[in-house]
């Protein structure tokens, strides 16, 4: 037995770890979101089904005031370029108390709900509160969610049946195949689906917000959407905090999510209301895709304006 190859193969081995986890903390950058007052921190990160229990949450709590909340999500957005992108500023600068979480997609370690950082299963496991081996969206094509899973949409009518609830986004994979089964789930996908030509992606998300502003006036209770374009311009450009055309295309989108925001504080019976906002995103990126378990692509954020327990 040669025990001096394997002193080296063992060597070699710390030396390639050691640059592999060095050139993955360059890539996510701690430096940009160290600047950022957060709630927990990156490596305690919670599994972004929180969302899906923070929301069931917020319903389920009683304090005299009707219940509303409205949930964006910022397709394939990192923490550092939503922060680069200046999203803590603009959203805290329309409501109070906005609190910054860390998150993570892609499932937990080692115990098989290990699932790719891609956008089907990450949004379905948002709406569920459950990983892809259990409601059975692990890939981007897998069909329809198991039905037995429950979306928080159809949760909240379910707990008061004169709710109205919507799932809105450009891509029917999340409103149609990611709410299967819930039938009181009203959900709609701009024309005929998925970006079919170079110019949906400017008229696309910009129906989405529109959809949703006329649902939040028309009384919803809970709205779910997806802005899609943050995620293309990182597949043509890049997943990184110094890509200036990803982080102004981050930027284009909060100001959609402020549009929003502000259409609900607009209402009339504000006052009386008691609004959750959350921004969000499915999963983050590195270089030019997403999709493995990377430190880059499994970060993702939730900012909130109410404390989750
Ligand atoms: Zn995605």
Redesign the pocket.
Do not use: K, L, P, R
């Given at each position: 037995m040669d025990t001096h190859f394997f002193k080296k193969l063992y060597v070699g081995f710390i030396i390639l770890s050691f640059f592999s986890c060095v050139g993955e903390k360059r890539d996510f950058n701690t430096d940009i979101l160290s600047n950022v007052e957060s709630e927990n921190r990156w490596d305690s990160a919670l599994p972004q089904t929180a969302v899906h229990d923070h929301v069931i949450a917020h319903f389920s709590e009683k304090n005299g005031k009707v219940k509303k909340a409205l949930i964006i999500g910022l397709?394939?957005t990192r923490p550092d370029a939503a922060v680069q992108a200046g999203m803590i500023g603009k959203i805290s600068n329309i409501v109070p108390g906005m609190k910054f979480y860390y998150s993570y997609a892609g499932g937990d370690w080692k115990n098989g709900t290990q699932q790719p950082?891609?956008?089907?299963p990450?949004?379905t496991t948002i709406m569920t509160g459950v990983w892809a081996n259990q409601h059975g969206i692990s890939t981007n094509d897998s069909g329809n969610k198991n039905p037995a899973t429950k979306t928080f949409c159809q949760k909240v009518y379910d707990m008061d049946n004169n709710r109205e609830v919507a799932v809105i986004a450009a891509w029917e994979n999340i409103t149609e195949l990611g709410t299967y089964g819930d039938e009181n789930v009203y959900t709609y996908t701009p024309d005929d689906g998925y970006y079919k030509k170079p110019e949906d992606y400017d008229t696309k998300d910009p129906r989405v917000v529109e959809k949703t502003i006329e649902l939040i006036e028309d009384d919803y209770a809970c709205i779910f959407n997806?802005i899609?374009f943050t995620?293309h311009t990182g597949h043509l450009n890049q997943f990184s905090p110094f890509n200036t055309t990803y982080v102004d295309e981050i930027e284009r989108a909060l100001g959609m999510a402020e549009e929003m925001i502000n259409a609900a504080k607009g209402r009339s019976k504000f006052a009386d209301e008691d609004w959750l906002f959350i921004i969000t995103?499915?999963?983050g990126g590195v270089g030019m895709g997403?999709g493995g378990q990377s430190l880059p692509e499994r970060t993702t954020f939730i900012y909130t304006n109410k404390t989750i327990n």
């Open positions: 397709d394939g950082t891609i956008t089907a990450g949004w997806v899609d995620d995103t499915d999963h997403h």
